[in-house]
């Protein structure tokens, strides 16, 4: 991973440097600097607008009680956005604005919401933040054991004898488990 961000980093100077040349070849060096200045600024100004919208809705969604996941992600990339456009080149003002203009940075938002944000925090809370967690029964097949759960060792599928005969066996998925109750017992 490391790799790839050191050549991304790389890549993205040399990009802009060539991009400049060319530019420059056509409109001339004075224009192409005036150019480069006015997107800074022009930038700037918009992302400081934008940045000022997103913490209005941070504040609603707070004063709502709501979860601001949105409205932080926003924030994160509009800081990506204003680092952009104050870098000098017209392919960082040109990925500056299109993490500046809303339309795009709603998609760019819940890219990364779903491949970056979400498996962090995943990883982080081992499911208990999304959701995906188990509550009953064994996540990997090899966990199942045949001694006192009511399950089988092949393939975590309950045993016939116990499932069809006892009313405390729930089914989920494809363990199962018996409950006893004090009551039972009587």
């Known amino acids: 991973m490391s790799k790839r961000v050191l050549i991304a980093l790389l890549l993205i100077p040399l990009l802009d440097a060539l991009f400049l040349v060319v530019v420059a070849t056509q409109l001339g060096a004075v224009l192409t600097v005036a150019l480069v200045v ?8 918009f992302v400081r607008a934008e ?5 209005r809705r941070l504040q609603e969604a707070v004063g709502n009680g709501e979860v601001p996941a949105d409205e932080l992600t926003d924030g994160a990339l509009l800081i990506a956005a204003g680092a952009f456009l104050l870098t000098p080149g017209l392919v960082t003002d040109a990925v500056g604005f299109l993490l500046a203009f809303p339309p795009t940075r709603i998609l760019v938002r819940e890219a990364v919401q779903k491949w970056v944000v979400t498996p962090y925090i995943e990883k982080k809370t081992g499911g208990f933040a999304t959701g995906n967690i188990y509550t009953f029964g064994f996540p990997n ?3 199942v054991s045949g001694t006192g759960t009511g399950a089988s060792g092949a393939g ?3 045993s016939r004898s116990q499932s069809e ?3 405390d066996t729930y089914r989920v998925d494809d363990d ?8 039972d017992e009587k």
Do not use: C, K, N, P
Not at 38 to 45: K, P, R, S
């Open 38 to 45: 006015l997107t800074a600024l022009v930038g700037t100004l």
């Open 51 to 55: 940045g000022r919208h997103t913490i």
């Open 141 to 143: 097949a090899e966990d």
């Open 156 to 158: 975590g599928s309950a």
């Open 165 to 167: 005969s006892s009313d």
């Open 176 to 183: 199962s488990y018996d409950i006893e109750f004090e009551d």
